[in-house]
C-alpha cells in the first residue's frame, strides 16, 4: 500500500515589521524641574525629621498654665502691641512662681522692640488675694491672674502672653546657637546655680546662659538678675539674624512647639519675624520696674522681704518708657 502525503504551499504575507519608536530625551527644562522636585522633596524630608525628632525631645512635664483663659481682643496686625513675657519655675503638675515677667512692647513704626522687666519681689495687690509678691500672681491663677495684677497695678494692657519653662529656654538656645551666646560677664558667680562663671567674654551655651540670667546672690540681688536678663535678650536678638541657618528651623520650630505656650496669632509672628529679618533693631531699650527712687525695702508677714512700690511714679516711668519714639 502507498502512502501519499499532499504538501500545499500557501502565500503567507508577513505582517508589517513594527518600527521601534526612538526615545524621546528629556529636554533640559524638563531635568531642571525633575533636578528641582527630587531637591524640595529632600528638603521636605530632611526637615521632617528634624522636626519630628525635636517635637519629641521636649519637656513632658511642661504644662500651659492656665494658658487658654488669657483674655485678650487684640487683632493680629503688626501695629504697637504688647507680649508679657513669663518664665516659668514650675515642675510636672506643680504651678510654681514665675521666675521671670518681663513686657516686649513692640512699634512697627519705629521698628524698635522694648523691653520693661518687673521685679518679681514687688509688692503689689493681687485681684481678690490682696497684698503679696508679684510672681505670686502666678502660682496663684496662671498667667490670667499675672495679666490682670500688672494691667491693675501698672494701667498696662496685654495683648498677648508668650510662657516657657526654663529646660525649654536652653535647649533652644543650643539649637539655634550650636557655638555659643556671646556674653561678657562682669564677675565671677556660681552660688546655686550648679556652675562657676568666670568673668569676661566668652561663649556661653544654653545651661550656662540660663544659670547666668538667673543668678541673684551678689550684692544687687534681684536688680542684678534682671540686668542680666536684659543682657541676655539683647545678644540673642543680636545673633539671630545673622547666626540661624535655614537648616535649623524645622528643629527649632519643635522645640518652640513642644516648650512655649503662646497666643500670638500665626500671622503676626510671621510678619513680626519679616521686620526683624529685613530691618533688624539696632538696639532694645529696656526698663527695670520699679525704677530708681520709686520703692522702698519692706518686710511683711506672709511675703518676707519685699520692695513695696509708688504706683504713680512707676505707671508715670513706663508710660514715657514706651511712648517716647512716637510721634
Known amino acids: ?86 518664665g516659668s519655675d514650675s515642675r510636672g503638675s506643680d504651678q510654681g512662681r514665675s521666675d521671670s515677667i518681663l513686657l516686649l512692647h513692640y512699634d512697627s513704626k519705629a521698628k524698635k522692640p522694648k523691653v520693661v522687666s518687673f521685679m518679681r519681689d514687688s509688692y503689689v495687690e493681687i485681684p481678690n488675694r490682696g497684698k503679696q509678691k508679684l510672681n505670686a500672681a502666678y502660682s496663684y491663677g496662671g498667667i490670667e491672674l499675672l495679666r490682670e495684677t500688672i494691667q491693675q497695678n501698672f494701667d498696662i494692657k496685654m495683648d498677648y502672653y508668650l510662657m516657657t519653662d526654663f529646660s525649654g529656654f536652653a535647649k533652644i538656645i543650643d539649637t539655634a546657637f550650636p557655638d555659643g551666646v556671646t556674653i561678657t560677664a562682669g ?33 544687687q540681688s534681684d536688680f542684678g538678675r ?27 520650630l519643635g522645640l518652640v512647639q513642644g516648650n512655649i505656650s503662646t497666643n500670638i496669632p500665626t500671622k503676626l509672628l510671621v510678619n513680626m519675624g519679616q521686620e526683624m529679618y529685613f530691618h533688624p533693631p539696632t538696639g532694645l531699650d529696656s526698663l527695670t520696674v520699679p525704677t530708681n527712687g520709686s520703692y522702698e ?17 512707676n505707671q508715670a516711668a513706663i508710660k514715657k518708657f514706651l511712648n517716647d519714639d512716637k510721634s
Open 1 to 86: 500500500m502507498k502512502l501519499y502525503i499532499k504538501i500545499e504551499w500557501k502565500e503567507v504575507k508577513c505582517m508589517p515589521r513594527l518600527k521601534r519608536k526612538k526615545s524621546r530625551k528629556l529636554k533640559p527644562i524638563a531635568k531642571i524641574l525633575i533636578v528641582v522636585l527630587l531637591v524640595i522633596l529632600g528638603c521636605l524630608t530632611f526637615y521632617y525629621v528634624q522636626y519630628y525628632q525635636a517635637l519629641h525631645s521636649v519637656n513632658a512635664d511642661f504644662t500651659s498654665a492656665k494658658g487658654e483663659d488669657f483674655k485678650s481682643t487684640k487683632d493680629p496686625k503688626l501695629d504697637d502691641f504688647n507680649v508679657l513675657l513669663v
Open 187 to 219: 564677675k565671677e558667680m556660681s552660688k546655686n546655680i550648679g556652675m562657676t562663671i568666670y568673668p569676661g567674654k566668652q561663649q556661653m551655651d544654653g545651661k550656662t546662659l540660663l544659670a547666668y540670667s538667673r543668678f541673684r546672690y551678689d550684692a
Open 226 to 252: 534682671v540686668k542680666r536678663q536684659q543682657q541676655v535678650v539683647q545678644s540673642v536678638m543680636k545673633q539671630s539674624v545673622s547666626d540661624i541657618s535655614i537648616t535649623k528651623i524645622p528643629s527649632l
Open 297 to 313: 525695702d519692706k518686710t511683711y508677714p506672709g511675703a518676707g522681704a519685699v520692695l513695696e512700690l509708688d504706683l504713680d511714679k
